[in-house]
């Protein structure tokens, strides 16, 4: 167990919506990033929060939006849902120091739209 | 950008026959390599961090070893529960401090009874 925990771990919605998807980094760390994991394929980067902020971006537009909380919990926010949302979305935590990093990751969520 | 390839896309093997698996990567400058099993709809699981050619790690039946330009992760003997998609990544940074991993495709290994 990582620690890293993730809410809902089901999600259906139809075209055009909204979801906000959350996590709950483990503890201690104050880094959190999230992927998009499509069937088949590896993940891949959508954003990193540190500390409260934006660390960098993926190539994922704007209608992906995160947060992140003084707890170091977050949120990732996706506005007018496409099909081509439908993936697994994970979260990972760790902690950043001056040397390297380990990212651990929760169990994602199950995103469909329909 | 970095790029991370492995093969092969999926390995089935039977149970007692050893193999590896190979991640090779295209990096400016290599600052290390993951190794991440992932279970069927469930998160990916940290296995192996190695940070220069030559260095080996071990843990139960898997060895991962890197060189220059690639990376193995060789499984000996594996048992049914080895089944599993194992994922390579290399950190790239973002802005200073901070990382991203890009991943691999995977290998989908499957051990038959």
């Known amino acids: 167990e990582t620690g890293v925990t993730q809410s809902p771990t089901h999600l259906i919605k139809t075209r055009g919506q909204q979801v906000t998807l959350r996590c709950s980094s483990q503890s201690g760390h104050n880094t959190v990033s999230w992927y998009q994991q499509a069937l088949g394929q590896g993940p891949q980067f959508i954003f990193q929060y540190y500390r409260e902020e934006e660390n960098g971006r993926g190539n994922f537009p704007p209608r992906f939006s995160g947060l992140q909380f003084p707890n170091y919990s977050s949120e990732l926010n996706v506005n007018a849902l496409e099909l081509d949302d439908s993936a697994l979305y994970l979260c990972?935590?760790?902690?950043?120091?001056?040397?390297?990093?380990?990212?651990?990751f929760g169990p994602g969520t199950r995103l469909l739209v329909l | 950008e970095d790029q991370v390839t492995q093969s092969p896309e999926a390995l089935r093997l039977q149970e007692g026959e050893s193999s590896s698996l190979n991640c090779s990567y295209t990096?400016?400058?290599?600052?290390?390599l993951f190794w991440y099993r992932q279970d069927p709809g469930k998160g990916p699981e940290f296995l192996f961090t190695l940070y220069s050619a030559g260095e080996e790690k071990e843990k139960e039946r898997l060895k991962a070893t890197l060189t220059k330009k690639e990376s193995f992760l060789h499984i000996t003997a594996p048992k049914p529960e080895d089944s599993a998609t194992y994922l390579c990544a290399v950190p790239h940074p973002i802005i200073q401090g901070a990382q991203k991993l890009v991943f691999g495709q995977g290998t989908r290994l499957t051990i038959n009874p």
């Open positions: 990096v400016s400058g290599l600052r290390g």
């Open positions: 990972a935590s760790s902690l950043r120091t001056s040397g390297q990093e380990t990212q651990y």
